[in-house]
């Protein structure tokens, strides 16, 4: 089945040591975006690759890197995280062309831990 | 600045009834509007889609309403079911861009059996 994967599902790391978190998908989308998610909160857009284009949100913290190296695969780094960077990070995938109406196929998501 | 919002954190129906979910936004150049369901430690699951142009999508048994004019869409479950108890995110997002998404901060509903 065609789909979005992330690992890993669980991480823990420590205040300050970096730290990468992996996305792949199947589904040959030109679009990879990276958001994060804190306990009952929305998510919140980091940065999405459109083809090999990187698009940094505005308020992305310059802690947080981005990597895609082929179509398939998108890496989330965080270079020194903090105690307020625990959350669950989710990468997710579109296919869009043009003004195309499509939705984003999200993987399970990597919920990470920082001590 | 919420640019979408769902202002009820929780909701509860009993099994059968009819689920009613809302969202409202602020941005009118959103013109493409989704609904995400959420399990506990899995990521969301698209559900159905609704673009500025229609003012109702039907999928089975749920249904998005859009009200452009009140900035405000809903999403009809019926009947609702046990398994329909989950977090439902409402999203919206602009034509010119990738189509990222905005989110709502969610709606827990639980369907009581």
């Known amino acids: 089945d065609a789909m979005v994967i992330q690992n890993p599902r669980y991480q823990v790391t420590q205040f300050g040591k970096p730290v990468t978190l992996s996305c792949s998908q199947t589904l040959n989308h030109n679009v990879m975006y990276w958001y994060q998610q804190k306990s009952s909160q929305a998510p919140k857009l980091l940065f999405h690759?459109?083809?090999?284009?990187?698009?940094n949100e505005a308020d992305t913290p310059d802690n947080f890197q981005s990597r895609r190296p082929n179509t398939s695969f998108c890496f989330l780094d965080i270079r020194s995280p903090g105690l307020g960077d625990a959350a669950m990070y989710l990468c997710a995938t579109s296919r869009v062309r043009g003004v195309s109406y499509n939705e984003q196929f999200f993987g399970p998501g990597t919920r990470l831990t920082v001590l | 600045d919420q640019q979408v919002k769902q202002n009820s954190p929780s909701l509860s129906v009993q099994e059968g009834r009819i689920s009613i979910l809302n969202c409202d936004y602020t941005?009118?150049?959103?013109?493409?509007f989704l609904w995400y369901k959420k399990y506990p430690a899995e990521g969301p699951t698209f559900l159905i889609s609704i673009s500025s142009i229609k003012d109702k999508n039907e999928d089975g048994r749920f249904t998005v309403f859009l009200n452009k004019s009140a900035k405000h869409l809903s999403l009809h479950i019926v009947p609702s079911q046990p398994g329909d108890s989950a977090v439902y995110f409402c999203a919206a997002s602009a034509s010119g861009s990738a189509r990222q998404l905005t989110f709502g901060s969610g709606t827990q509903l639980t369907v009581l059996p």
């Open positions: 941005n009118s150049m959103f013109d493409y």
């Open positions: 690759y459109y083809d090999k284009d990187f698009n």
